[in-house]
Each structure stands twice: as C-alpha cells, then as structure tokens.
T-cell receptor, first 117, second 112 residues
Framework: GAVVSQHPSRVICKSGTSVKIECRSL??????MFWYRQFPKKSLMLMAT?????????EQGVEKDKFLINHASLTLSTLTVTSAHPEDSSFYIC?????????????FGNGTRLTVT | DQQVKQNSPSLSVQEGRISILNCDYT??????FLWYKKYPAEGPTFLIS?????DKNEDGRFTVFLNKSAKHLSLHIVPSQPGDSAVYFC???????????FGTGTLLAVQP
C-alpha cells in the first residue's frame, strides 16, 4: 500500500507561537505532496503544492509567509504555521502521490488538529 | 468558484438499500475523478476512481458512473451497510498538475 504518516495528530499552542507539522510517505517516494485545510463541516481546501527541492506553490489567498512549507526529501514535507492566531485553528491534512504513477489517487495522512488559544 | 459540487449535504439510507451520491463539476479539463470516504478527525480514504475515457468503474459494492456530457458523476453503494456511514467527497484532477479539487462532501447515514 501507500502509507502517509502525519505528526502530530493534535496540537494546542498559544497565540504568537509557531507550530510545525510533519508529513512522511512511509513506503514510497513522493516528489510532490499537497497540504489541505478543512474547516468544520466544510470541504478540503488545497493550500499549497509542496515540491521536493524547490519552492512550494501556494493557492490563491494562502499566505506563504504564514504557512511555510519545506520539502526536504522525497519522503518528508513540513508545514510550519508561523505566529499562529486563533483563526488558524483548523484541521490540516497532507497527501502524497507515488512517483512515476499516472492516474493514481492521492494518499492522505490522518490529519493534524491545530487549536490556537 | 466551486469547480466541484456536491449538492446534497446529507443522505439517509436504509441498510441493504442502494446509496447514490452525486457530484457535478464545471471544469472540462478534469480527466480523472475520485471518491473518498472520511471520518471525523481522520484523513480521507480513497474508495474508487474513474478516468474520463470510461463511463463506469466497479469495485465490489462501489460503482462510479461518469457522464462527461453532463459533467456529472455518481457513486453507487449497494448494498449499503451501517459501516458506510461517513462523509463522502468527490474529487477531480486535470490539466498539468496532480492537485485534487474536492467537492463539498455528502454525509451518508445508513440506518440499521
């Protein structure tokens, strides 16, 4: 199978602090990973495309200086929420696609519930 | 601009009956469509997909139908089971990128 691991699953932080979320593809290489955000009872909104060895591509309306993405290797992407505010509280989910496969589904991590107090 | 829409926010079905979940899209560049199942506080789980060159794909109790001219796809689950109760998202991909655009989701409740 294609397993994506996301850590931590839950995090509570104070306003003004930064939080790092890790996304790992455990049994495959992923040149590209995607970060999504889900508000309560809403759809999954794509935030950015994480590219190994290059800068992330952000969707319109997503602040790249606030949501820092680093794709350090073929199996690891990190999302850092900088200077977090209560409105950043949300469910963040990463996903990855196996390299070299066309028309393949995205495999998702189990998400991170971020609560900013 | 919501490119992928699921107009029914919820659906209730009796156990053993058929569940039909619908999805519409607007972007004609989409050429690959997927259905995901999601429980609260978990990531989506892939169920079934279909390429735009097909109009039907079946996998066990799950069948996805694609009507390209109507820009419409549907997921049929038969027979429905209580364990199928979850939020179902359709998603679409196309063009030069691999990014998936998700619909708004339909909460399916299968009553025992």
């Amino acid at each position: 199978g294609a397993v994506v691991s996301q850590h931590p699953s839950r995090v509570i932080c104070k306003s003004g602090t930064s939080v790092k979320i890790e996304c790992r593809s455990l049994d495959f290489q992923a040149t590209t990973m995607f970060w999504y955000r889900q508000f309560p009872k809403k759809s999954l909104m794509l935030m950015a495309t994480s590219n190994e060895g290059s800068k992330a591509t952000y969707e319109q309306g997503v602040e790249k200086d606030k949501f820092l993405i680093n794709h350090a290797s073929l199996t690891l992407s990190t999302l850092t929420v900088t200077s977090a505010h209560p409105e950043d509280s949300s469910f963040y989910i990463c996903s990855a696609i196996k390299d070299g496969t066309s028309n393949s589904p995205l495999h998702f991590g189990n998400g991170t519930r971020l609560t900013v107090t | 601009d919501q490119q992928v829409k699921q107009n029914s926010p919820s659906l209730s079905v009796q156990e053993g009956r058929i569940s039909i979940l619908n999805c519409d899209y607007t972007n004609s560049m989409f050429d690959y469509f997927l259905w995901y199942k999601k429980y609260p506080a978990e990531g989506p789980t892939f169920l079934i997909s279909i390429s735009s060159i097909k109009d039907k794909n079946e996998d066990g109790r799950f069948t996805v139908f694609l009507n390209k001219s109507a820009k419409h796809l549907s997921l049929h689950i038969v027979p429905s089971q209580p364990g199928d109760s979850a939020v179902y998202f359709c998603a679409a991909r196309g063009g030069a990128t691999n990014k998936l655009i998700f619909g708004t989701g339909t909460l399916l409740a299968v009553q025992p």
